[in-house]
């Protein structure tokens, strides 16, 4: 396996694979252990909450709510609501039409939504429910009524990842929502895929440093991690106003975050040709050259030279590097978790002197080891093993032939860092063992400044642990 490249003959969880040169062979079980994925309409939740007055609902059985609430919940520590059609036993043979229309209608009446994301569930899509002439008959049923905008997303777990909901989910925000030519707004879309609260604020902060506005789709830097309130809110404050959503198709451009998604009709290509909107596509920002290929994007879009006060963040991040590459350099690394943080994080770490040996995702045909190669370059001296469609016995099997120093990704390797007795850097979603993972800064010289002195303190930290002396002074 030294120096493999996988692209996309990654078999699946019911082939063999063999890897040469380690003595790993592949599964030969037919079910997933323990995921390196979450399902589908998680991820649409998610990317619903990014609009401001929006519900999430979910097409399907109450459980499938309550599973995702959990997950969001521990990670975010922010209220979640959600809400279902409920279908039972009944729903499953005679359709869940009637349930789609009444919750709709309750969501609309109770929490005052103004906009209503519709997700299908794997019942849903297996009975055959045709939601897009079921909403048909809901708008013509209830016409008299001032309604809600309703956007619905196809999202079968059984049919990807929890970012293919996500994406999905914007792509059919831009089509549904922003519909008709707007005049010129001299302002910029931005895609930013699944990061956090905070890294979506600091996106922001970027683009108006360049002297521009951005429409952010979606945006839940409030709604996903607010301030305390006296009062609860139904639906909390934020997020992309409906007003912004329809006036996308008058933007001077469109950037959307994401290597992985390079060959998937998305939002910034639906908008590109149906209304003329230049896109930029560009890796997430991690790191140095990534954050520079975003910063000459927008002094392309705009004009304008990099302001000063973030040339020096850039700057200070490079004299952190100086100081601190000694505690990492040479150190092997397993990178796990979604396919756009998998390929930031592997350009990062090959940056600061990391050697990525194995990087895993649960997500298929993402042609991963290509992006990877497109982003890092000539960093890397020898490419990592690069694995698609694989769940956490997979990445474990494969790791314990490659001597790792150190895990990177979500809370999900913990059970492993544990065992082996090597650091885990937490990174992505979810992070429900420790505090702030909605607060994490990881994208812009800011955030790999951030990003790198966890990382660095989280190696000190084992050192100092295993240390017979418990040396304090480094």
């Known amino acids: 396996m030294n120096g493999e490249i996988v692209m996309d003959s990654v078999p699946s969880s019911v082939e063999l694979m063999e890897s040469p040169g380690n003595g790993y062979k592949g599964p030969s079980h037919a079910a997933t252990t323990n995921a390196c994925k979450l399902c589908t309409p998680l991820g649409a939740t998610l990317a619903f909450k990014g609009v401001e007055g929006a519900i999430p609902f979910l097409h399907g059985s109450q459980g499938c709510a309550t599973y995702m609430r959990r997950y969001i919940i521990s990670h975010f520590r922010e209220p979640m609501d959600i809400a279902s059609s409920s279908l039972g036993e009944k729903n499953a043979i005679y359709g869940g039409g009637p349930n789609l229309k009444k919750g709709l209608l309750n969501a609309m009446q109770k929490y005052g939504a103004s906009v209503v994301g519709v997700a299908t569930t794997c019942l849903t899509e297996t009975i055959g429910d045709d939601v897009a002439r079921l909403l048909a008959e809901f708008r013509t049923e209830f016409g008299d009524l001032p309604l809600a905008e309703v956007v619905h997303v196809s999202t079968p777990s059984y049919n990807g990842t929890h970012m293919d909901g996500f994406h999905g989910a914007v792509k059919a925000m831009a089509d549904q929502l922003c519909v008709e030519a707007t005049p010129a707004n001299g302002r910029v879309n931005l895609m930013p895929g699944l990061v956090s609260p905070a890294d ?11 002297g521009m506005e951005p429409i952010v789709l979606p945006d839940y830097s ?175 099997e494969e790791a314990k032939t490659l001597a790792p120093d150190l895990l990177v990704g979500h809370s999900k390797g913990q059970r492993a860092a544990r065992e082996w007795k090597i650091p885990l850097l937490r990174v992505g979603f979810p992070i429900h063992d420790r505090f702030g993972g909605q607060r994490q800064l990881c994208l812009g010289y800011r955030g790999a400044q951030e990003l790198f002195d966890r990382l660095v303190n989280t190696v000190l930290e084992k050192k100092q642990n295993d240390s017979d002396v418990g040396y304090g002074y480094l």
């Not at 979506?200 to 360049?210: P, Q």
Request: net charge negative; hydrophobic share 40%; with cysteine.
């Open 200 to 210: 979506i604020r600091h996106l922001k902060e970027i683009v108006r440093a360049f």
């Open 222 to 396: 409030e709604t996903l991690d607010g301030p305390a309130l006296l009062e609860y809110e139904n639906i909390p404050s934020g997020g992309t106003p409906l007003a912004d959503i329809r006036s996308m198709g008058g933007s001077r451009a469109s950037i959307e975050l994401g290597r992985a998604i390079s060959t998937q009709d998305t939002a910034g290509t639906s908008l590109a040709s149906r209304f003329g909107v230049p896109l930029h596509r560009l890796g997430l920002p991690i790191g140095i050259r990534e954050t520079d290929s975003f910063f000459k994007a927008l002094k392309d879009i705009t004009g304008r030279e990099t302001p000063r006060d973030l040339a020096l963040e850039r700057g200070r991040y490079i004299d952190a590097l100086v100081d601190g590459h000694k505690y990492v350099s040479g150190m092997r690394a397993v990178v796990y978790g979604e396919e756009d943080l998998c390929v930031g994080l592997t350009s990062f770490l090959a940056e600061i002197g990391v050697r990525p040996v194995l990087v895993a995702t649960g997500a298929r045909n993402r042609n991963l080891a290509a992006h990877i190669q497109a982003a890092c370059g000539d960093v890397l001296r020898e490419m990592p093993a690069v694995r698609e469609g694989v769940d956490f016995f997979d990445i474990v």
